[in-house]
């Protein structure tokens, strides 16, 4: 079932978009499912759990934290996340690359932006993302790169609401890419990723611009409590 819910997924997505298996509250007997399927790219929301699961599963996956990320617990994934979707500050940008640093690693990170229309959500204004990425700070950080951005739509069923929201995050994405940024432009900041959609809405933010669906419920099957 599994297997046949990531192939399927994968025929759809037709190279358009990568999948990300957000494998969060799922036993590691359902993570394997998935790896033995072909998938590579698991997305967890919290730190501890992601740090529990990574060594009992092959060492060619990629781990993407998906969720908020406290400052002080930054340490715990840094030796082996791929991609942080969710930096929503300076100062935790400054921590991921410290502790990047201590492993001589350069970790590949997404300004999570702030697109739907609801007071729950995390995530930098267009206008906070742009300080960000003006900020003088960024010169000395040598072991982070900002590769693009990620936003969760409105939860709703109002799909022309959803793909309103996606629209407007890939015009932020294609503006910010095309900006010549003056302390790290082809270095620290390497645009390539827009993060977007979910089981509701994957087909929608693939047709708006997305290059990573962030997938679980339509593969795993539904969680039993809210962990949004
Ligand atoms: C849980 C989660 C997802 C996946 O949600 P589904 O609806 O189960 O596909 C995607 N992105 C984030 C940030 C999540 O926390």
Redesign the pocket.
């Known amino acids: 079932m599994i297997a046949d819910a990531i192939h399927q997924i994968q025929t759809e997505l037709a190279g358009r978009a990568q999948l990300i298996a ?1 494998t ?1 509250t799922k036993p590691i007997a359902m993570l394997q499912e998935a790896y033995d399927a072909g998938c590579r790219k698991f ?1 967890e ?1 919290k730190v501890q759990e992601m740090v529990e699961k990574q060594p009992q599963l092959p060492a060619d996956l990629e781990w993407h934290l ?2 908020h990320l406290q400052t002080n617990k930054t340490k715990y994934i840094a030796p082996f996340v791929t991609l942080i979707h969710s930096v929503d500050s300076l100062k935790l940008l400054q921590e991921i690359n410290k502790q990047a640093a201590k492993y001589n690693r350069v970790i590949d990170c997404l300004l999570q932006i702030y697109i739907a229309d609801e007071e729950t959500k995390f995530g930098l204004s267009a206008d906070e993302a742009e300080e960000l990425l003006n900020d003088p700070a960024l010169t000395s950080l040598s072991n982070v790169r900002i590769v693009g951005l990620m936003g ?1 739509a409105t939860n709703t069923e109002d799909e022309a609401q959803i793909r309103q929201e996606f629209r407007g995050l890939k015009q932020l994405y294609d503006k910010l890419a095309a900006t010549s940024w003056p302390h790290g432009n082809g270095e620290r900041i390497q645009f390539s990723e827009l993060s977007m959609g ?3 809405d994957y087909r929608i933010a693939v047709e708006e611009g997305s290059t990573l669906v ?5 593969i795993f099957g539904a ?1 039993n409590v809210s ?2």
């Open positions: 957000v969060k997305g929301n998906i969720g969760l979910m089981s509701g962030r997938v679980g419920s339509a969680r962990t949004l």
